[in-house]
């Protein structure tokens, strides 16, 4: 029997139902970051990379943009 695969959001823990609008977050590069849809991802075969980060909806993606940008605000 297979073994059924939960996903939950890396900033709320909400878990990943059928018809939610989820988004993939990852750093290709020390310096930047890249938001995807769900299903991006699911094409590319890129759920279940280490570095993938999880997000929920809209507003955890805005989260997950609002941590990035003040961890590089500082000038180097």
Known sequence: M??????NCDIC???RKEANHWFISFR???????????DWAAR???LDYPEIKYLCGQSCAH????QFLQSTSEFE
């Open 63 to 66: 989260k997950q943009l609002d």
């Open 44 to 46: 590319e075969g890129r």
């Open 28 to 38: 290709p590069a020390k310096d930047g970051l890249i938001i995807k849809t769900w």
């Open 13 to 15: 823990g909400a878990q």
């Open 2 to 7: 297979p073994r059924a695969i939960t996903y």
